[in-house]
């Protein structure tokens, strides 16, 4: 595809539930990120993937968060037990490598409404 | 935690002028990018500048950055309506330099 393809655009759940949301990053970027974005706030870094492994999950913020990517394409940012703090627009991001200054290439984002 | 703060926080101007916003940050970087989100949509990055570079054009784009100062311009000249969105710095680090840190961003409206 020609960008970061995210999916679903928007998720509305029941406190409590399990929720997954996808990242398709642009062909080719061996670098994914998971980004926070909460209401008029700036974007709290959750994970990044270099190929399918995760050298930093300190982002995450508590145990009900989990990532994965196959492949080294799709991935899969997993919220077990939604809270209504869980509430935000998740973002995906893709970078043909993991170095210093190489841009970041955005998906529109999933919004998340946990009820 | 977030490591560029930008100022001002909302930025109202007419079609024509020029646009301004600043960002400063807390730590040593290696690089600053700027980007920009349309309502709705994901970040598109805009420019970067190294830590060795002082200033940077990219079309009506000029971006400055004072490493002594630990703080970076963006201004946007001969505004459009198409430029009414949010503006965000992000620094990177010489510790996690695959980490980009955000900031709150600035909301600029351009009025036609």
């Known amino acids: 595809g020609a960008g970061v393809s995210q999916s679903p655009s928007n998720k509305v759940t029941e406190k409590g539930k399990d929720v997954e949301l996808r990242c398709d990053p642009i062909?080719?970027?061996?670098?994914l990120y998971w980004y926070r974005q909460s209401l008029g706030q700036g974007l709290e870094f959750l994970i990044y993937?270099?190929?399918?492994?995760?050298?930093?999950k300190s982002g995450l913020p508590s145990d009900r968060f989990s990532a994965e990517r196959t492949g080294g394409s799709v991935s899969t940012l997993t919220i077990q037990r939604t809270q209504q703090e869980d509430s935000a627009v998740y973002l995906c991001?893709?970078?043909?490598?993991?170095?210093?200054?190489?841009?970041?290439?955005f998906g529109n984002g999933t919004r998340l409404t946990v009820t | 935690s977030q490591q560029g703060e930008e100022d001002p926080q909302a930025l109202s101007i007419q079609e024509g002028e020029n646009a301004t916003m600043n960002c400063s940050y807390k730590?040593?970087?290696?690089?600053l990018q700027w980007y920009r989100q349309n309502s709705g949509r994901g970040l598109v990055h805009l420019i970067l500048?190294?830590?060795?570079?002082r200033e940077k054009h990219s079309g009506r784009l000029r971006v400055t950055l004072d490493t002594s100062k630990k703080s970076s311009s963006l201004l946007i000249t001969a505004s459009r309506a198409a430029d009414t969105a949010s503006y965000f710095c992000a620094t990177d680090s010489h510790s996690n330099d695959y980490k980009l840190s955000f900031g709150a961003g600035t909301t600029v409206t351009v009025r036609a």
């Open positions: 500048i190294r830590s060795n570079e």
């Open positions: 993937f270099q190929g399918n492994s995760a050298p930093d």
């Open positions: 062909s080719g970027h061996t670098a």
């Open positions: 991001a893709s970078s043909l490598v993991v170095l210093q200054g190489s841009p970041l290439h």
């Open positions: 730590t040593s970087i290696n690089n």
